[in-house]
């Protein structure tokens, strides 16, 4: 009974690490497309953002740099696409897919014209990435049963991004519903005549949205590199952008529900490893693959309107213009 | 006052694409002398690499095929007011159908296997795309989140089938049996010796025919014409009785079929066999093709050929200079998407301003 339950508590566990880069680009993708722009680019942006936050933590020994840095190409990468998506009234599915493939090729070929390492970043030591914080009594709890080891293996232990992670649902869940920033995203997603009718400014709370998008999905890919792993290696988002978009239509765009959805990917994911050779009664042993893919499966049902219906902001994707 | 007159017509297919791909060529060359490297060096190595030499142009010839048909298959959904993002997972799951026939028939002469593989190739290739289309048409989820995720699902479905199923016992690397050299596609070199030892094979000339196939199609055939109409306004097309559902799952399904040939180029014609992960982006490359040939063959042949010349040089510049990598023409084809695609107003503004101006003056004089 005490081997499941350890074995479940270290399943959690990996779930927590693996689903924290997810809540942030969710919650990141949240802002924007709420705010009426279609963000197809968290996956580049994550990229671009572990990257930068690598290279950065390895030349200045500094994760905290790092993190800047992260943040700072995250900005950069959200400067792109609101020109292109607001300014330029453009395509805001082909801007964010042109940025995927900036990122792609970039972090690529300046890792390996800066660290010569086929386009791996330097290994970093401990002190230039974000470690694990024991939180308060967190040692002297470890040995009471059930209470003490659920605090001690899960709760503390993580470092610093995932706790900002976690803490960013309620912020965003509270900005969105109980401020008037929120209801002013809110509204310029759905209807930005009526905001611009109130004479607030849409391309400016665009804007808005999509820096705050930058900084969570910068904080996101930062935590790729330089917490959960010692350095940068080559297309190391894997997808993670693309699975944030499934998870963000999954939560129809609410902030509760992403949390529950990226928490349940994470899952998929930290089963994937466990579940290999094992064989199960009835159906045998499953492919890794079937559960690699289960997420957007997942999500296309749900598309599909098999599952409940996602509907998306209504301005979501069309380029507002001002009459003349 | 801020009348937008519209540009001429030679400015606006000629003139505002070639500004675009030149400004993404010079934010590339600037990135590339931010790393203390010689842009124009690098160029130089590139057109020698792609068309200096006869397996260098063959092989330039071998991506440019696979960069037409990922193009077309953009560019024919694009027709008709979709973006199609999957031909990569489309062109994936084709290799499936084009091994499978191969393997059945394993022996057969080429000339009655090349249409099969193409028709099996097709099918499957249809078929992946089919359901986003479907699941657009009749159930209203986005075909371009729906596509990205088929790429993903195709990821694991033919990383499965390749694994556990095609493996033969006994080898190593991730790949189905081999086709017979008798059953692939003839390469090119049999027939013109200029080639020397480069994949481009018969596929080559398919794609030739099918850039005036689609010409014919879109603008030619009354399904094409229905296709424009709903793409450019899909309220018009649905009062001329147009039935929107059925053209999105036909015009999905013969975007997929597309995407297809690019499997039987590299399974039917290069490999002889089914290799993991053998699309390697040419699918994705098909979107920038199809935004910078303004999704007209003319347009699609001419970027392909660029891409094939940068793939192929790309190659010779990893040798010649090892300080740049051929991710560098990622960067490359991403600045293209943007510039062509997501920031296309950008230049025409001003352009459309210098016209004015231009034609003011010439009329008052």
């Known amino acids: 009974m005490m081997q499941y339950f350890n074995d479940l508590v270290l399943i959690f566990d990996s779930t927590v690490r693996l689903a924290v880069p997810l809540i942030l680009a969710c919650l990141a993708g949240l802002y924007s497309e709420r705010s009426g722009i279609v963000d197809i680019g968290l996956e580049g942006k994550l990229l671009g953002a572990a990257f930068a936050a690598a ?42 897919v042109a940025l995927n493939f900036l990122a792609a090729g970039l972090t690529t070929f300046l890792g390996q014209s800066w660290f010569h390492r086929g386009g791996f970043t330097p ?20 040995d009471v049963p059930i209470i003490g080891e659920i605090y001690w293996e899960l709760i503390s232990g993580h470092n610093i991004l995932t706790y900002v992670a976690f803490i960013a649902v309620p912020v965003t869940a509270f900005v969105l519903f ?40 910068g904080i996101g890919g930062t935590y790729l590199s330089i917490a959960q792993s010692a350095g940068f290696n080559n297309n190391m988002s894997a997808g993670r952008g693309y699975i944030a978009l499934a998870a963000l239509i999954f939560a129809k765009w609410k902030p509760w529900p992403a949390l529950l959805v990226c ?37 296309i049902i749900l598309l599909a309107g098999f599952i409940g219906r996602a509907v998306a902001p209504k301005a979501s994707g069309i380029p507002y213009t001002k009459e003349r | 006052m801020s009348v937008r007159v519209p540009l001429p017509r030679w400015v606006d297919v000629a003139l505002l694409p070639i ?7 010079l934010i590339g060359g600037l990135i590339v002398l931010s790393v203390g490297q010689n842009p124009l060096e690098a160029v130089g190595y590139m057109i020698y690499g792609a068309f200096g030499y ?55 002469h080429w000339a009655l296997m090349f249409p099969l593989m193409i028709t099996a190739g097709g099918l499957f290739g249809a078929f992946w795309a089919f359901i986003p289309g479907y699941l657009q048409a009749k159930r209203g989820s986005h075909i371009v989140i729906t596509t990205i995720l088929f790429n993903f699902i195709a990821i694991s479905l033919m990383g499965y089938v390749i694994t556990k199923i095609l493996k033969p016992a006994g080898v190593d690397s991730d790949e189905s049996a081999p086709i017979q050299a008798i059953s692939r596609v003839p390469q090119l070199r049999e027939f013109f010796a200029l080639f020397k030892n480069s994949p481009v094979n018969l596929t080559f000339l398919l794609a030739i025919v099918a850039l005036f196939f689609v010409y014919w199609l879109v603008w030619r055939t009354k399904f094409g014409y229905a296709m424009r109409t709903l793409g450019r306004n899909p309220t018009a097309a649905r009062y001329a009785g147009i039935s929107s559902s059925r053209m999105i799952m036909t015009t999905m399904a013969l975007s997929g079929a597309l995407a297809a040939m690019v499997a039987v180029n590299n399974v039917g014609g290069v490999q002889g066999r089914l290799i993991l992960n053998f699309v390697a982006g040419a699918g994705f490359v098909g979107v920038a093709v199809a935004f910078m040939g303004k999704a007209h063959p003319v347009g699609v042949a001419l970027a392909s050929l660029l891409f094939g010349a940068l793939y192929q040089g790309g190659q010779e510049l990893a040798f010649s200079m090892p300080g740049i990598t051929r991710e560098m023409i990622v960067t490359i084809q991403a600045l293209v998407i943007l510039f062509t695609g997501a920031m296309g107003d950008m230049l025409r503004i001003p352009l459309e301003k210098l016209f004015a101006r231009w034609q003011r003056t010439a009329g008052g004089g």
């Open chain 2, 54 to 108: 006869g397996s260098g142009f063959g092989y330039t010839l071998y991506y440019t095929t696979d960069f037409i048909f990922a193009g077309l298959a953009v560019s024919l959904a694009f027709h008709a007011g979709m973006f199609n993002i999957g031909p990569e997972g489309q062109a994936y799951v084709a290799g499936l159908g084009v091994i499978i026939v191969a393997l059945l028939l394993n022996g057969l």
């Open chain 1, 263 to 299: 928490l349940l990917f994470g899952f998929l994911d930290a089963m994937q490893f466990r579940l290999q050779g094992i064989k199960f009664p009835v159906i045998g042993e499953v492919p890794v693959q079937a559960i690699q893919a289960l997420p957007y499966v997942l999500t």
């Open chain 1, 55 to 96: 290279a950065m933590a390895a030349v200045s020994g500094s994760p905290w740099l790092g993190l800047l840095a992260g943040i700072g190409v995250a900005l950069c990468m959200s400067a792109i696409h609101g020109i292109a998506s607001i300014n330029l009234k453009g395509d805001q599915t082909i801007s964010g």
């Open chain 1, 178 to 217: 109980k401020t008037r920033f929120g209801l002013r995203l809110r509204a310029v997603g759905e209807n930005p005549k009526a905001l611009d009718t109130a004479g607030m400014s849409v391309s400016w709370l665009r804007y808005q949205a999509l820096i705050i998008t930058a900084v969570l999905v």
């Open chain 1, 123 to 142: 290994q970093l030591s401990a002190d230039q990435r974000f470690n694990p914080i024991t939180l308060p009594f967190a040692e002297q709890l470890k």
């Open chain 2, 19 to 25: 500004l675009n791909v030149v400004l993404a060529f």
